[in-house]
């Protein structure tokens, strides 16, 4: 008997959980992207948060379904404007690691209510987008942990 509470041990259960284990694979588009195309990838790549990349591969901006869908209230051409011009930028750009804890990534998009988080990976250059850790990895964290208890 380890004299531990069962909070406790939930809790040192959770601490094992890094975004490594639950991240998903990222969606990117490029800045130059219009939000037609940005809409069409949202659709096809199934996701709720689109990640921008500049020229050089690099995190430069993220786009949200609503922010798609701000873009398309006016009359313009969906066609014309790109993506750059509607996207949450860097620095502004929250984000999270591999080997960060997902209670931690969980905590962020709590924080800034928000629905996904690009995984980075730091270069000299700037951020590579390794992953994508959204709500519902933070929901079949919740759930393997409550059903592996069970077994
Ligand atoms: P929605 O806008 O569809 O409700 P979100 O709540 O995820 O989806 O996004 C809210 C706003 O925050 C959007 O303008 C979006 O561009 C921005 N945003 C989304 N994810 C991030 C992030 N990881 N870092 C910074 N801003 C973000």
Known sequence: FTGKTGSEL??????????S???SVPVVVKEDAS???AISTMFLGDVGTLFVVND??????VLSRKDL???????QDL???SVHIIMTRMPNITVCRADDLLIEAAKKLIDKQIDGLPVVKDTPSGLQVIGRI???NITKAFVELI???QV
């Open 10 to 19: 939930l809790t040192e259960k959770v601490k094992q959980y890094k975004v």
């Open 21 to 23: 284990e639950f991240q």
């Open 35 to 37: 939000v037609y195309d």
């Open 56 to 61: 050089d591969g690099y995190l430069s901006g």
């Open 69 to 75: 869908l701000r873009a398309s209230l006016g009359n």
């Open 79 to 81: 066609n014309i404007v």
């Open 134 to 136: 959204t709500k519902t």
């Open 147 to 149: 059903l592996d208890e």
